[in-house]
């Protein structure tokens, strides 16, 4: 990322946190907009180094924008099956989740991926294995249904293998 293009998002992410903060402030005070200014600030620094630490930053709608996408409708389909899997089990009727390997495209990033996935009710990462030279990261994942979702398919290209 080039200085001006790091300045412009520490500015864009400073003004929404300043403006986000000083929404939940009941009495603003000099000192409130000081701390609201000051963190504002701290926070958007660190955005900017997590997305280049990300390896995101010079893609503009790369993967990691649609996977943010598709990101809600991957927690709504996943609450749908997990409340199909609780009246199943209410019913007395045995579900179970499993083990699936994920192979994510290449050039996606492994840590944003796997936090994503795992912010879903019906998936989590436990292994992150380097994939093949040309290929993405191997994740396996705890699923809670057969099928993927559009999350999955956005981050790997198709969904499960």
């Known amino acids: 990322m080039r200085w001006s293009g ?3 998002n520490i500015v864009a992410w400073w003004a929404v946190l300043f403006v986000l903060n000083l929404m939940f402030i009941s009495t603003v005070s000099e000192l409130e907009l000081v701390v609201a200014a000051a963190t504002g600030l701290l ?3 660190a955005a900017c ?5 990300s390896g ?4 503009r709608g790369g993967p990691w924008a649609r996977a943010l996408l598709a990101w809600p409708g991957a927690v709504l ?5 997990l409340a199909a899997a609780t009246v199943r089990a209410v019913r007395g009727r045995k ?6 390997k994920v192979e994510l495209k290449a050039g996606t990033g492994s840590a944003w ?3 994503l996935l795992s912010a879903t009710p019906g998936a989590y990462v436990v292994d992150v294995r380097p994939g093949a030279a040309g290929f993405g990261d191997v994740l396996t994942v705890h699923v809670l249904g057969d099928s993927a979702t559009a999350l ?10």
């Open 152 to 161: 999955e398919g956005v981050l790997t290209g198709g969904g499960r293998s």
């Open 49 to 53: 180094a997590v997305i280049k630490a």
């Open 6 to 8: 790091a300045v412009v």
């Open 77 to 81: 389909a996943d609450t749908g099956r």
């Open 56 to 59: 995101t930053a010079g893609s």
């Open 95 to 100: 579900f179970r989740g499993r083990f699936q």
């Open 43 to 45: 926070a958007a620094v």
């Open 113 to 115: 991926a796997c936090a």
